[in-house]
């Protein structure tokens, strides 16, 4: 089976571009979580979506970040401007509802570098 | 505020000795306590999970220790191998998950 898979892998980009993370969950999940990790904070959950609707994006830090599930095998996370503390590593995850005990399947995420 | 605390940040044991993590937590609304196990370059994967009512779970090697009254739980790795040197998460979910700041665990051969 193919697992929670992440585009893409590496990025580098300059401050004030534009950045397109993409996510493809395991087929048949319904729930995908948004999360960041850097070494001051640990990993944060940014925002997840039930059923493609977002249901809690209160983990997104700024509006410079924006979230969309348009359907329900593909996501994408947009920062737009970019900013140096942006800088992390981001995982998508998938599961199978939202119920507490679901476990969450994570991809290999995407290390995104602003200069 | 950080809602689950873990500890040690990292943690050396020799080969075939028992490695273990400590977590406490303060919101009682949680009711579900994974552990996510991350090598380099990967993401986190669940490696075993507990909920309040029960105290204790093994899988294999793996125990998770529940003590519902402190509000603590812990991971023990026994006979601790070389390819269990990784960071472990532990983590706690109401609505969502709340992951500790992890411990590096490095397994001497």
């Known amino acids: 089976d193919a697992g929670v898979i992440q585009s893409p892998r590496h990025e580098v980009t300059e401050m004030g571009q534009e950045v397109t993370l993409r996510c493809k969950p395991i087929?048949?999940?319904?729930?995908l979580f948004w999360y960041r990790q850097t070494m001051m904070r640990g990993l944060e959950l940014l925002i997840y979506f039930n059923n493609n609707v977002p249901i809690d994006d209160s983990g997104m830090p700024e509006d410079r970040f924006s979230a969309k599930m348009p359907n329900a095998s593909f996501s994408t996370l947009k920062i737009q401007p970019s900013e140096p503390r942006d800088s992390a590593v981001y995982f998508c995850?998938?599961?199978w509802g939202t119920g507490r005990h679901q476990p969450q399947h994570f991809g290999d995420g995407t290390r995104l570098s602003i200069l | 505020q950080q809602q689950v605390k873990q500890s040690p940040q990292s943690l050396i044991v020799q080969k075939g000795g028992i490695s273990i993590i400590n977590c406490a937590y303060e919101n009682t609304a949680f009711d579900y306590f994974p552990w996510y196990q991350q090598f380099p370059g990967k993401g986190p994967a669940l490696l075993i999970a507990i909920r309040p009512d029960v105290s204790e779970k093994k899988e294999g090697r793996f125990t998770i220790s529940f003590n519902k009254s402190a509000k603590q739980f812990s991971l023990h790795i026994m006979d601790s191998q070389p390819g269990d040197s990784a960071t472990n998460f532990c983590a706690a979910r109401d609505d969502k998950i709340i992951f500790g700041k992890g411990t590096r665990l490095h397994i001497l051969p």
């Open positions: 995850a998938s599961s």
């Open positions: 087929s048949g999940h319904n729930s």
